[in-house]
């Protein structure tokens, strides 16, 4: 059993940045393909980032456009989301979200085992 924690959340102003963090246990975090995903309000969950084993490969949804950057210490067993530019169609839950099966769960899918609670982010203009 995976455990994923996500921290960081909260409230921002738009143009403003938040990292949020994912920490992990339960699992050899090394060995762990890991994603970001959102649910705003009144729309379907959909992933935000997804990052391989070893860091080395990254992905991102389409609305990203460069404003995210998704990151991993296989170290310390955390992988991070850095939000720069933020907007307030930012707004959602986001989830962090593990799977050991492969070693990078490519966009748009959600074919992960484990999930996070999920943390609040809202961007107000």
């Known amino acids: 059993q995976v455990d994923l924690v996500e921290s960081g959340g909260g409230l921002a102003q738009a143009g403003g940045s938040l990292r949020l963090s994912c920490a992990a246990s339960?699992?050899?975090?090394?060995?762990?393909?890991m994603g970001w995903f959102r649910r705003a309000p009144g729309k379907e969950r959909e992933c935000v980032a997804a990052?391989?084993?070893?860091?080395?490969?990254?992905e991102y949804g389409s609305f990203v456009k460069g404003r995210f950057t998704i990151s991993r210490d296989n170290d310390e067993n955390v992988m991070y989301l850095q939000m720069d530019n933020l907007k307030p169609e930012d707004t959602a839950v986001y989830f962090c979200?593990?799977?050991?099966?492969?070693?990078?769960?490519?966009?748009?899918?959600?074919?992960?085992?484990?999930w996070g609670q999920g943390i609040q982010v809202t961007v107000t203009s």
């Open positions: 979200a593990a799977d050991h099966r492969s070693i990078m769960v490519t966009p748009p899918s959600d074919d992960y085992v484990y």
């Open positions: 339960g699992y050899t975090f090394s060995q762990l393909a």
């Open positions: 990052i391989s084993w070893s860091g080395m490969t990254t």
